[in-house]
């Protein structure tokens, strides 16, 4: 099953860009990746998501490497409302199967 | 507005008790999944549908029924609760194999 690594904490200044990291190693040429976050004990809230060609929404904008092995999440003027768990997740799936694997996220911190 | 609901969102009972905890989305989606959440383990997939009458275990069912009779419903069925199955319930939905999924609130279960 692809897996993702992060770190498990950030701290970014107020009005900076977060640059959040995220390895996936053993992602396979169909499957996604999804960012999602989480404030305190909410429901996770869905960022953004590609396949291989960066994306950019209201949100944040993807960067994923050429080879896919990593990607990385940008919020270009982080606010104190970002402070969340920041989650990075592969689909790992078929057609015949929707099994999906959260890990423990990065925890961001946004400081005033 | 969009949304999946889950009920209760609270809930403190008493070992050996059966308990339901219903979810409903409006979106028409397809695949439908439950997840508890406990601390230092993150999301862990419980259980998925694929479509109405189609169920699979995800990485932590035990202990857990699921159903699928309509599309727009997947309650989560503890026949005989535990107070290992204290957690923090979520449940999710989505379109289609690779697009987002969209969660509910949570339901905060504990078991005496």
């Known amino acids: 099953d692809a897996k993702t690594t992060q770190p498990p904490s950030m701290d970014c200044a107020e009005g900076r860009a977060a640059n959040l990291p995220c390895n996936h190693s053993?992602?396979?040429?169909?499957?996604?990746v999804y960012w999602y976050r989480q404030i305190h004990s909410q429901g996770p809230q869905y960022i953004i998501h590609?396949?291989?060609n960066n994306e950019t929404n209201e949100m944040a904008s993807l960067i994923i490497t050429e080879d896919r092995k990593s990607s990385t999440l940008i919020l270009p003027h982080a606010t104190l409302r970002d402070t969340a768990v920041y989650y990075c997740?592969?689909?790992?799936?078929?057609?015949?199967?929707?099994?999906?694997?959260f890990g423990p996220g990065t925890s961001l911190s946004v400081i005033p | 507005e969009a949304q999946v609901t889950q009920n209760p969102r609270y809930l403190i009972t008493v070992t050996g008790k059966k308990l339901t905890v219903t979810c409903s989305q409006n979106?028409?989606?397809?695949?439908m999944s439950w997840y508890r959440q406990d601390p230092g383990l993150g999301l862990r997939q419980i259980y998925y549908s694929m479509n109405v009458e189609v169920t699979d275990k995800g990485d932590v069912p035990e202990g857990y029924k699921v159903s699928r009779k309509e599309k727009r419903n997947f309650p989560l069925i503890l026949e005989s609760p535990s107070p290992n199955q204290t957690s923090l319930y979520f449940c999710?939905?989505?379109?289609?194999?690779?697009?987002?999924?969209?969660f509910g609130d949570g339901t905060r279960l504990s078991i005496l």
């Open positions: 053993t992602i396979s040429g169909n499957e996604y």
């Open positions: 590609g396949l291989k």
């Open positions: 979106m028409n989606h397809e695949y």
């Open positions: 999710a939905s989505r379109p289609r194999s690779n697009q987002p999924q969209h």
């Open positions: 997740i592969v689909r790992v799936g078929g057609t015949s199967y929707d099994k999906v694997i």
